[in-house]
C-alpha cells in the first residue's frame, strides 16, 4: 500500500504562484506513474497533470504552460509548480498514485483558492 500526503495548497490572488507537495511512503517500490487531479465545487474530479516513472509528462489543456509536474525520486515526493493561477484553479488538488500492479492510491487533497 502506499500513502499520499498533499501539502502546499493555500489562498493565492490571480496571477500568483504556489507549489504542492505530495509525499509518498509505503511501497514507494511499486509505484509506476504519478499524477496530480482536481475537483472544484459541484464537478467532477479531473486530470491536472500526470508523469511517469520515466519521466515523461501530460497535461490538461487548461494548465499547458502554466503548470509543471516533477517527481523527487530520492525524496520519494511528487511537486506541482502552479503559476499564473486564476480563478478556474480554484479546486481540491489530490495526488494520486498507480502501482505496476495497477492499483491506485490517493492522498487527502489540499485546498488551493485563487481570489480576484
Known amino acids: 500500500q502506499v500513502n499520499l500526503v498533499e501539502s502546499g495548497g493555500g489562498l493565492v490572488q490571480t496571477g500568483g504562484s504556489l507549489r504542492l507537495s505530495c509525499a509518498a511512503s509505503?511501497?514507494?517500490?511499486?509505484?509506476?506513474?504519478m499524477g496530480w487531479y482536481r475537483q472544484a465545487p459541484g464537478k467532477q474530479r479531473e486530470l491536472v497533470a500526470l508523469i511517469t516513472s520515466g519521466g515523461a509528462t501530460n497535461y490538461a489543456d487548461s494548465v499547458k504552460g502554466r503548470f509543471t509536474i516533477s517527481r523527487d525520486n530520492a525524496k520519494n515526493t511528487l511537486y506541482l509548480q502552479m503559476n499564473s493561477l486564476n480563478s478556474e484553479d480554484t479546486a481540491v488538488y489530490f495526488c494520486k498514485s498507480t502501482s505496476i500492479f495497477k492499483r491506485d492510491s490517493w492522498g487527502q487533497g489540499t485546498q488551493v483558492t485563487v481570489s480576484s
Open positions: 509505503g511501497a514507494i517500490f511499486s509505484i509506476n506513474a
